[in-house]
Structure formats: structure tokens, C-alpha cells
């Protein structure tokens, strides 16, 4: 947008400076050319007055005629040539009878038809112009006057006023691109600012502000508008995520005292009752699932908000080392669930991500991996790297699931159908990854279960 206003804008000054100069270039060029008409045709009009009085002596060489003529050729290097009224050359200089164009010229002359001057003077013309006037009174003509006009000089003159003319179109045609550059930047400067804090609320920094004091009014009034939005957005998110926290919270007691009564009930419940009461324990045991997912959720929302704010603290782990300690923290769980946990990497794969995230977001997709493979199956955890990405892959060979259900198993709440759990923990760990930078893709591993890769950024 700023070049193409930049250009709209040149391209105005440039036609406005343009639509000065052409008509001022015009007025020098004719301007020119009519003193030089005016100063050869007073020349013209001395030798016709001399050739004149020739006529009335019979043509007789006058020695003043051709002083005259003598002395124009010398000092203007131009040519004349005086004929009487059968095209007889009387007296010449500089000018020969049979040069090209002069017959044409003399039969004009003596027809008494105006000479073709033209009208301008460019510094482009270099050929000599001819010029007549007949001799004598009446449409019969006595004689002709021919005279050779060199435009050398004139187009000189034209030359240096055009430069002088072109020379100030420049300087002006500067001066209004300048004028235009510094317009343009004043114009776009509250865009390039909204541009930059649209991109911001964008990538997770809700309530980003702008300052712009410059700018035209309806675009200051436009970025007062976005901190508004931002603002608002910003506190909407907040309120969002203290709202999931809190209902956390104040379920998690009441949760807490019916887990308590409800264990406290079994020494009392007989052989009728005790499918009731097992459906119970499930119950509560699904409720808290479902609240360690909404905190899980919360926090990792505030966590992707602090760090697209930039507010959060920087960060370093080596994610060989954490994947290595987090498949032998599972390997207990994997084996009484009779899973075979196995890890396979490198340590020294640094990143930009706090142990506590990592962990996190690991143990979301372990976690799944036993709990959906079933007995007899392999869980595989690996860790690579390459210049600039580490991948950390956790793939087995269960079940896996339909194509279909891998674009909707980061969504919240959603859940297979043979699946247990809240619903919440990939959609956990894909808010965790994303937060920093990186990204989670599930797909299908080469044994036909599930795979799932976490890419992140190498330091």
C-alpha cells in the first residue's frame, strides 16, 4: 500500500510540474522564433528598399546593395541572393542560385507567396531556413529578396532557457516527491501501527495497544477503536480463563467432601447396591478428571497468553533429556497396564521451553498412548533433531484412530468412543505447543496406530 500511494502521489506531481513546464517550454520556443522572424525580416525589408531603388536605375550594381549583402553574409554567416523579376541573379552572397531549395524558393517569391517560417525554435533545429519578400509594389513583382536564416543561434538560445526550465522541473519534481514520501508516511503511519497490533491480537497478545499522535483524524480515531477492541477482547479472555479456574476451584472442595462420603459409604453397601455404588465411584472419578483438564486448560491458555505478550520468563531445556525422564517415569504405569514403554534419542536437543511445559505436554501423549493401546502393544518415544527443529514423536501400534477423528482429537471435550478420560488433554498439550511457537500433528504411525509429533524450535 505505501508504494502504490507513494506512486499515486509522484505520479500527481509529476503531471501537475509537467503541465507547467510543456507550456512554458512553448512560450520560449515561439517566443524565439518570432524575434528572429522580426530581426531578418527588418534585414529583408533593408535589402528590398535597396534593390528597389536598383530597379528604378535598371538594375545597376549598386555599390551599396552589395556592401550590404557582403556585409550580412560576414557577420551573420548567412546567405543572400537578390534576383530581378525573370529570376536573374543580381548580386549574392553566401547563397548560390542553384543551392537545393533556392528555385523553389525564387518561383514562390516571385509569385508572391509567403515564405514557410516556422513557428517555434527548438534546440533540435539545425537546417537553415529560407526566407523571401518580392521587390516592388502591387501583386507584379520587380525582383525577390532571398535570404538563408541560420537557426544555430536561436536554437541556442532556446537550449539554455529550456535547461534553465527543465533545470527548475526538476528541482521541483524533488521537492514534490519529497513533499509526497513525507505525506505518504504520515498517512500510513497509524496503518503500519494497526497493521502491527492486528498481527499481535492475532498471535495471542490480546489487549495490545497502539500510540499514534500522527496521522489524519479518521485514522486516529480508527486506532482508538482498536485499543477499545483490544482492550475489551483482552479482558473478555481473562474473564474467560478466571472463570474456568474458579469453577475449578469451588467444584474441587464440594468434589473432594462427595469422594470422601461416597468411599465412606462402602463398608455399607450390600450385593443389590454395589453396582450403584461402583458407577458412582466412576462418576466421581470422571468429575475430577474433568476438573485437573479444565485447570490443565487454564493454565496453558494463560501460558500461551504470557508468552505471545512476551511477558513470560525465558526459558531453556534439553528436550532428550526431559523425553528420557518422562518414558521412565511411565514405565511403571506402562507395565502394569501391560504396555511396552520404549524410548530411543539423544540428549543435547536445547530449547526454548520450560521442563514444567514439556512434561506436561509429554505425559498428555504417553498417557494416551497406554491407555487407549491395550495390553500386548509398544509405545515408541523418540527424539531427533536437525539444524533448526527438535521432533519428539510418541507413536504406537494400537487401534489408532479414523481419519475423520484425527482433525477432531484436539478439539475440547471430544473423545473416542471407546476413550475415557476428560477430553481435554490433547487439546491441553496442542494449546501448550502452540503457544511456543511449535506444533503438534497427529496421523497414523507405520504399524497403523496413532502418532503424534511435537516440532519445536532448536536453540
Not at 153 to 175: E, I
Not at 333 to 357: H, K, S
Amino acid at each position: 500500500m505505501r508504494r502504490r500511494l507513494l506512486l499515486a502521489l509522484s505520479l500527481c506531481c509529476l503531471l501537475t510540474v509537467a503541465a507547467f513546464v510543456a507550456p512554458l517550454l512553448d512560450e520560449r520556443a515561439t517566443a524565439r522564433a518570432q524575434t528572429l522572424e522580426m530581426s531578418r525580416a527588418h534585414d529583408l525589408d533593408r535589402f528590398v528598399a535597396l534593390a528597389a531603388v536598383n530597379a528604378d536605375l535598371e538594375y545597376e550594381l549598386c555599390a551599396e546593395l552589395q556592401r550590404s549583402v557582403h556585409r550580412h553574409a560576414e557577420l551573420y554567416g548567412e546567405g543572400v541572393l537578390v534576383v530581378d523579376e525573370l529570376g536573374t541573379p543580381l548580386v549574392w552572397s553566401g547563397l548560390e542560385p542553384d543551392d537545393p531549395g533556392v528555385p523553389a524558393a525564387l518561383d514562390a517569391a516571385l509569385r508572391n507567396e509567403p515564405p514557410a517560417v516556422p513557428d517555434r525554435i527548438t534546440p533540435f533545429d539545425a537546417e537553415p531556413i529560407l526566407a523571401w519578400k518580392p521587390v516592388g509594389v502591387g501583386s507584379r513583382a520587380e525582383g525577390a529578396v532571398l535570404l538563408q536564416i541560420d537557426p544555430s543561434r536561436a536554437a541556442a538560445d532556446v537550449t539554455a532557457a529550456w535547461s534553465l526550465v527543465l533545470a527548475g522541473a526538476l528541482a521541483a519534481a524533488v521537492a514534490f516527491v519529497g513533499i509526497a514520501l513525507a505525506v505518504a508516511r504520515w498517512v500510513l503511519r497509524p496503518v503500519d501501527a494497526l497493521a502491527e497490533g492486528v498481527g499481535a491480537v492475532a498471535q495471542g497478545r490480546a489487549g495490545e495497544q497502539i500510540a499514534v499522535s500522527e496521522g489524519p483524524a479518521e485514522l486516529r480515531a480508527l486506532t482508538e477503536s482498536f485499543n477499545r477492541m483490544s482492550a475489551a477482547v483482552r479482558a473478555g479472555a481473562e474473564e474467560q480463563r478466571r472463570l474456568v479456574a474458579d469453577a475449578s476451584h469451588q467444584i474441587r472442595n464440594p468434589l473432594a467432601a462427595l469422594r470422601l462420603r461416597v468411599d465412606g459409604l462402602e463398608p455399607h453397601v450390600d450385593e443389590i447396591g454395589r453396582s450403584a455404588y461402583d458407577s458412582a465411584q466412576q462418576e466421581v472419578d470422571r468429575l475430577e478428571r474433568l476438573l485437573d483438564g479444565m485447570l490443565g486448560l487454564a493454565s496453558a491458555e494463560a501460558t500461551a497468553s504470557a508468552v505471545a505478550a512476551g511477558s513470560d520468563e525465558v526459558a531453556r531445556c534439553d528436550a532428550g533429556e526431559v523425553a528420557a525422564r518422562r518414558v521412565d517415569a511411565w514405565r511403571p504405569v506402562a507395565d502394569a497396564a501391560g504396555v511396552a514403554l520404549l524410548g530411543d534419542g539423544t540428549p543435547g536437543l536445547f530449547t526454548g521451553w520450560p521442563d514444567t511445559d514439556l512434561e506436561q505436554v509429554l505425559d498428555v501423549l504417553i498417557d494416551n498412548a497406554i491407555r487407549h493401546t491395550g495390553s500386548g502393544t509398544t509405545v515408541r518415544v523418540r527424539w531427533t533433531s536437525d539444524a533448526t527443529t527438535v521432533t519428539v514423536t510418541v507413536a504406537d501400534d494400537g487401534p489408532g484412530l479414523a481419519d475423520g477423528d484425527l482433525e477432531r482429537a484436539r478439539q475440547r471435550f471430544w473423545q473416542a468412543r471407546s476413550a475415557g478420560g476428560s477430553g481435554l488433554g490433547l487439546a491441553i498439550a496442542d494449546r501448550l505447543v502452540a503457544g511456543r511457537g511449535g506444533v503438534l500433528t497427529l496421523g497414523r504411525s507405520a504399524a497403523g496406530g496413532l502418532l503424534a509429533t511435537v516440532a519445536l524450535e532448536r536453540l
